[in-house]
């Protein structure tokens, strides 16, 4: 999967939340993803 929430993050649907609504916002990847892999 592409989201970093599938990893197994405990706030992972916060984070999936998250992602779908900054994706909706700006229409392209949320900063949020290279931030939660990089981690």
Known sequence: ???A???GF???TIRAELNKYY???TKRRPMIL???VKV
């Open 34 to 36: 290279p931030m939660m």
């Open 23 to 25: 994706f909706n916002q």
């Open 1 to 3: 999967g592409e989201f």
């Open 10 to 12: 405990p706030d992972s």
């Open 5 to 7: 929430s599938e990893i």
